[in-house]
């Protein structure tokens, strides 16, 4: 079919068709994007949060609050910059070095009925703090 | 002293930069006076700069903490060896690294290009030192990053470097990727200057493309660096998380990496030029990016590094660099049109097309992972964020055509590729994918991950392509030249290092690729907790936790384990460990706070060609802190004077009270203190001994991932015989240096074709056609030599006389 066409013709169906696989390949990938997403929610917006949804938890580890068990660790997490209001938590899995009380972590897990968050397993995320500035804490 | 000194130096690097560029622009019409005027500003800069990195670097050795970089980011306490490589632990000291690498290297490209591309060079000298003047200007006026700022008065010691980053990589790890990010400035400047001079051959191709290849090959070094870093140190057993600021440095060596294959086609066929000027432009705003990237905070990283003053300006850069080039590109659109098209898409150019569009995909797949999280944010409010899997999901199927291509690529000639000639080279390959497929059919359970079994299939397929080019190579130098085998490989890489060179970086990806595969395909990965004597089986092996071990000084808290790992036929012993430090600066003060500070986890790790035995161990401190704890308690009661405390107690509380009343009495006591704390804590740590002492340990069985690091070490070899200079290259006058250039690589494309066709690659009907077509085009490069109607042209176009 194609070799009938002149030259002209055939590199610019070419173009056409080669463009539009990129906009749909590139479509799939906005599209499954937004639905493979976890959304970033803080403690204050988790305690409200229904049951069995997952989500990022950002925030701050409370200071002291850090025990290891035999199931792994509990502590509670604190919104990043609001320490009056925080939440317990279970995690097991590895646990960055960086991870310890006062520092900010992303956690991606589940609020259970009994009001705390449980963490998926591998998931845990420290910031450092920072080689760029000195320690905060 | 240093920190005048240094100011000074800095401010005069700012001005020779400012200097440097206005008189490169004087020089634009070609005039040799200023041409000459701003190079040499580009050498003083160059050497202000190194000038200011020695004294930072002798102000960290000698700790001079009257600068507050060195405060900030070492102490006397911290190693000599990590005194070195505190500079680019800090914000300042990392601006400071990138001003001096571009100095540089901008220094070297002028060197290299000082009789040559006389319209193109004044706009790159521009560029080149526009952007070094960014970056001493942003230490001097942003705020917060002048790395000769003071304090006063001057501290008696420094905050430390932290414990996380004392690790030999540290040494190397960051000088390279911004040695990596840097060198592609070259390139970039060097195509500006093409473009805004319209001399759109490829000769400011040849002039950098050796900066491109080392700045790829450092960026690449840098990445495995850090991937090996995370691997035995960071205590989660992966070298790659789809971190923001890892993706930064991937991306542009992914455009890089197509960039150095699409400007052959640009060499050899003149074509993708608008394709090439795009890709250099996209490689350094990435670079920029990765820059700015790690000083904004705008993304959650790991390596996050806190808000800064710098990253508005990095921002506008980035800017002004892809709107002005977008510009430049597009006004210069008639010039870059190509001199030919494509004549066959079985064709080595048509591959590498391909090539570069699975590049880019990768590419810009990263980018929007990377960047979800600010896109999400401006369209439903809501902050979110896509996980490795999500990566994994995209980037799996591209990683593995690229495997194909890098097999399919090198077995294919430049314009066309004949049925025949097609069969003839396929052949071995095909049979040793298919042999592949059959092996792991029947002998392992591969066929169960189809994504890892597809990439050992073609992983095949291209080993044994890349072979064949060589064994085939080295058989048509003996049939042409004789000698034995192995002189004939070295003679034939000796010959070409680009090529072969290029082929021993395709044979580093592709194993490094079959290693990361595997690694993470078929790992085993296991969380166990066990007291002192009890074991647990992971897949064949059987891990003991023999005995618990603790070690402690001023500075940190050990804990650690003796793990016996027995398999069937061999064991091994192990000693993974845990280490709690003081918060940093803190040479005193409570013994709990050891576990306040920063813990850092030691791996042990037994590596093997088969697979790793990869352990960590994470101690229950219960114990321990509660004794601290109690210890601490103690310890303030006594200096308290509570009744019923031991006697050496009381004599410290009788020193306290003494030294409230008589300063110079306070180091004694400070001195007494600390070792019956000492004492404490060394106790403390022989009770976790006997306390119980559980601990969860993380196993990790990583079959092949010893080939990952053996993979990019042989990649880096080859990028290395790529760039190494060929021998003894004549110095010629200007502008029969350009185009005695074109000539050789004419001569060369040539020997190419010859060598091609004795290896069978190219059918004879087709080599008679190419070869035709090449020594028209050699005709017309000397006839421009010679000017026009020159005689003889038929003589003089005679077969280049040294064959291969």
């Known amino acids: 079919m194609l070799g009938a066409l002149d030259p002209q013709r055939k590199r610019k169906i070419r173009l056409v068709v080669a463009l539009g696989v990129a906009v749909l390949l590139a479509t799939a990938l906005v599209y499954t994007s937004f639905s493979a997403s976890t959304e970033a929610r803080e403690p204050s917006q988790l305690i409200a949060a229904t049951p069995g949804t997952v989500y990022d938890m950002t925030g701050r580890v409370v200071p002291g609050s850090v025990r290891q068990g035999e199931e792994g660790l509990r502590f509670r997490v604190a919104d990043r910059d609001d320490a009056s209001v925080s939440i317990p938590v279970t995690y097991s899995g590895t646990v960055p070095d960086p991870f310890r009380g006062g520092r900010e972590i992303i956690l991606t897990g589940e609020m259970t009925q009994n009001g705390a968050f449980a963490g998926q397993r591998d998931t845990l995320v420290t910031k450092c703090p920072s080689k760029f500035t000195t320690d905060d804490s | 002293m240093t920190a005048s000194l240094g100011g000074v130096a800095l401010a005069l690097a700012f001005l020779t930069a400012l200097v440097a560029v206005g008189m490169a622009l004087l020089g634009r019409d070609g005039e040799q006076r200023w041409i000459l005027f701003s190079r040499r500003a580009v050498y003083a800069l160059c050497a202000l700069l190194t000038l200011c990195v020695a004294l930072v670097e002798v102000a960290f050795v000698g700790d001079d903490f009257s600068l507050s970089v060195v405060q900030g980011h070492s102490s006397i306490e911290t190693p000599t060896f990590y005194k070195w490589a505190a500079m680019w632990s800090s914000q300042e000291g990392s601006l400071l690294l990138w001003a001096w690498v571009l100095s540089v290297a901008s220094s ?126 960071l205590g989660w057993g992966g070298y790659w998380a789809w971190d923001p600021v890892e993706n930064a440095a991937l991306m542009p060596w992914l455009i890089g990496t197509a960039f150095l294959h699409s400007i052959m086609v640009q060499e050899k066929r003149g074509m993708l030029k608008v394709w090439n000027a795009c890709l250099i432009v996209a490689t350094f705003t990435l670079a920029l990016l990765g820059t700015f990237l790690v000083r904004s905070g705008v993304l959650q990283s790991i390596h996050a590094f806190g808000d800064s003053t710098v990253g ?78 999500w990566f994994d999901r995209y980037t799996t199927p591209l990683a593995i055509g690229l495997v194909l291509f890098t097999g399919v690529g090198p077995l294919l000639a430049w314009r066309r590729v004949s049925w025949a000639s097609a069969k003839r080279v396929f052949l071995a390959p095909g049979i040793a994918a298919a042999a592949v497929a059959v092996g792991l059919l029947l002998f392992s359970d591969a066929a169960s991950q189809l994504w890892a079994f597809a990439l050992f299939v073609f992983a095949g397929f291209a080993l044994t392509g890349l072979a064949q080019e060589f064994w085939r190579g080295a058989a048509a130098r003996r049939s042409l030249r004789g000698g034995s085998m192995p002189q004939a490989l070295v003679a034939i890489v000796a010959g070409n290092r680009r090529r072969y060179g290029g082929y021993i970086v395709h044979v580093g990806i592709v194993v490094l690729l079959v290693g990361i595969a595997a690694s993470s395909s078929f790992q085993t990965n296991r969380d166990v907790r066990l007291a002192p004597g009890e074991s647990a089986a992971v897949n064949d092996r059987t891990v ?83 004794a601290a704890r109690a210890a601490d308690e103690g310890f303030r009661a006594c200096v308290r004077g509570a009744p019923g405390t031991p006697p050496q107690c009381r004599a410290v509380s009788q020193l306290m009270q003494a030294a409230a009343a008589d300063p110079s009495l306070r180091p004694v006591a400070l001195a007494q203190i600390e070792s019956l704390q000492e004492a404490t804590a060394a106790r403390i740590a022989r009770s976790y001994l006997t306390s119980g002492a559980t601990a969860t340990f993380r196993v990790i069985v990583d079959p092949l991932v010893t080939w990952m690091w053996i993979g990019g070490l042989i990649a880096l070899a080859g990028a290395l015989i790529a760039v190494w200079p060929a021998r003894g290259r004549r110095r010629t006058p200007v502008v029969v240096g350009e185009l005695e250039a074109l000539k050789e690589a004419k001569y060369r494309e040539i020997r190419d074709a010859e060598l091609d066709h004795a290896a069978g690659k190219l059918s004879d009907e087709d080599f008679a056609l190419l070869d035709a077509e090449l020594r028209n085009e050699a005709v017309e490069i000397l006839d421009r030599g010679n000017g026009a109607g020159a005689s003889g042209r038929a003589e003089q176009a005679e077969r280049p006389s040294e064959p291969v």
């Open chain 2, 312 to 389: 508005p300006y990095i921002l506008g850069l980035i800017a002004v660099v892809l709107l002005g080039s977008t510009a430049l590109i597009v006004s210069r659109l008639d010039d870059l049109r190509s001199e030919k098209r494509i004549d066959s898409l079985a064709s080595r150019e048509a591959v590498f097309l391909v090539n570069n569009l699975l590049l880019v995909a990768l590419c810009a797949t990263i980018f929007w992972g990377t960047f979800f999280p600010l896109i999400a944010e401006l369209f439903t409010g809501e902050k979110s964020s896509l996980a490795a899997p």
């Open chain 2, 108 to 233: 070297l490209a002028l060197y290299a290009t000082r009789d040559k591309l006389r319209e193109i060079v004044p706009w790159a000298t521009a560029v080149m030192a526009g952007v070094a003047s960014f970056f001493t200007g942003l230490m001097l006026f942003a705020g917060g990053v002048n790395p000769f700022s003071t304090l006063s008065p001057v501290p008696a010691d420094g905050v430390g470097l932290n414990p996380l980053l004392q690790h030999p990589s540290m040494m190397i790890h960051p000088p390279m990727l911004y040695s990596g990010y840097v060198a592609f400035t070259i390139p970039f400047a060097f195509a500006i200057g093409a473009l805004i001079a319209r001399r759109l051959d490829a000769s400011w191709i040849r002039a950098t493309r050796r900066f491109a290849l080392i700045a790829w090959a450092l960026l690449g070094f840098g990445l495995l660096l850090g991937a090996r870093w995370s691997y035995t140190e």
């Open chain 2, 544 to 626: 003991t936790y023999e005995r618990p071990t603790v070690a402690v000084d001023g500075q940190r808290f050990t804990l650690g384990a003796v793990v016996r790992v027995e398999q069937s036929d061999k064991e091994f012993v192990l000693t993974p460990s845990r280490d709690f430090f003081r918060p940093t600066g803190m040479s005193s003060g409570t013994i709990a706070n050891f576990f306040d500070g920063e813990a850092t986890t030691e791996v042990g790790l037994k590596a093997g060609f088969g697979s790793d035995f990869w352990i960590a161990m994470q101690p229950d401190v219960t114990d321990v802190l509660a």
